[in-house]
């Protein structure tokens, strides 16, 4: 008897749904060859044309329809006909805080076959977790513009509690605990920042002093942002404020191979009663929208964390060796990676490793 697995599916602006459509092929084909689960998709159309008829991005009752799957596979947000901060507080941050996604969670890998920008660079000499506080801190919707003309005036709070810390903190390092990791680096600006980032560095020394197997250190991410390119061999597992690990998340795909192999997922740690929210990390590139042209990899990967969510350990680490095998061999790759192939050849390909292994 199979596992059904109901997933919600949005596929969202721009080339979302050509990744997330390699996504679902990659997912169908583990049911189809290895058996004992079933996925069952449902596509929901929200996203800026559902927002540009609508007037929003979702539904008012979007979170309560969402609620009945165990998980939301999410393919992109933004359109240059929509204010970039409509598309991410009328979807993206809506899920996120509703179902109190507290836990950002992007990894990075410099695999066999992938070239870094950076000279000397050997496969998994890069490898890191980056983790982020999702619900909180400098996204937190709190502020106003008043004023006019020369006489404007724009307040933006950041929102950090001892909850919201502590939590995060305590996750990373629980995270590193439980995959052989050896070290949590937090990152903040408490030099510049007195209040939000001062709690976060006194929480980050409360919560380490409680995992002394773990090596910790605190840097600030001015500082973090050129180690991480000068030297990143020395990160393991990051944890920062929703728009510090944001920042580094991006910058470390960048020296991975690119942002077209750059998972994500954001979940609840503490509720499993609640779905998980998995989309890559890379954006909607409306400027190849349409061509078949975008990496589908990062889509892939994000489905085999989304796998990794529900519990399917095994069948998650064969589409990840699938990939692996894909990205070694360098037969069939998209243009970010020097090929010239389009996204459901690759697709298309890594499913054909994944027919192979039986």
């Known amino acids: 008897m199979k596992t059904i697995y109901p997933i919600a599916v949005i596929p969202g602006d721009g080339i979302g749904g050509e990744v997330i459509t390699e996504g679902i092929k990659c997912l169908n084909a583990l049911s189809d060859v290895h058996g004992g689960l079933l996925f069952e998709f449902t596509m929901f159309p929200w996203g800026s044309d559902y927002f540009l008829k609508n007037g929003v991005m979702m539904p008012e009752d979007g979170l309560t329809i969402l609620k009945d799957f165990q998980a939301v596979y999410l393919g992109a947000v933004g359109d240059p006909r929509v204010p970039d901060d409509v598309t991410l507080h009328g979807l993206l941050l809506p899920i ?33 977790v980056v983790i982020r506080e999702n619900t909180e801190g400098e996204y937190s919707n709190v502020g106003g513009i008043v004023g006019h003309a020369d006489q404007t005036l724009a307040v933006q709070s950041s929102v ?15 995270y590193a605990r439980n995959h052989g ?63 510090f690990a944001d ?21 609840n740690p503490s509720d499993k009663t609640v779905p998980g929210l998995f989309d890559p990390v890379h954006g909607s590139a409306p400027d190849i929208a349409g061509k078949g042209l975008a990496n589908p990899i990062a889509a892939i990967l ?21 990939v692996k095998q894909q990205l070694a061999e360098k037969k069939i790759r998209t243009g970010d990676l020097g090929g010239d192939a389009g996204s459901y050849e690759v697709g298309d390909d890594i499913v054909k490793i994944l027919q192979a292994v039986k």
Not at 105 to 118: A, D, F, I, N, T
Not at 160 to 174: L, M, N, Q, V
Not at 252 to 260: L, R, V
């Open 96 to 128: 996120k805080m509703g179902f109190d996604l507290y836990a950002g969670l992007r990894p990075v890998y410099l695999h066999e076959g992938v070239s870094s920008v950076l000279a000397g660079m050997s496969p998994g000499d890069i490898d890191i």
């Open 160 to 174: 950090f509690t001892r909850k919201g810390i502590k939590r995060i903190i305590e996750y990373a390092f629980e």
């Open 181 to 243: 990791r050896k070290k949590v680096t937090s990152l903040t600006k408490s030099n510049a920042q007195r209040y939000g980032m001062v709690l976060w560095d006194q929480l980050f020394r409360e919560v380490s002093s409680q995992y002394t197997d773990i090596r910790r250190e605190s840097k600030l991410i001015d500082a973090a942002c050129m180690d991480a390119v000068r030297n990143p061999g020395n990160y393991d597992v990051i944890v920062a404020s929703n728009l």
């Open 247 to 267: 920042i580094l998340s991006d910058l470390t795909a960048g020296i991975t191979g690119g942002m077209g192999l750059a998972p994500g997922g954001s979940f």
């Open 302 to 322: 994000t489905a085999k964390m989304m796998l990794d969510f529900l519990g399917e350990f095994q069948t998650a680490d064969i589409l990840y060796q699938a």
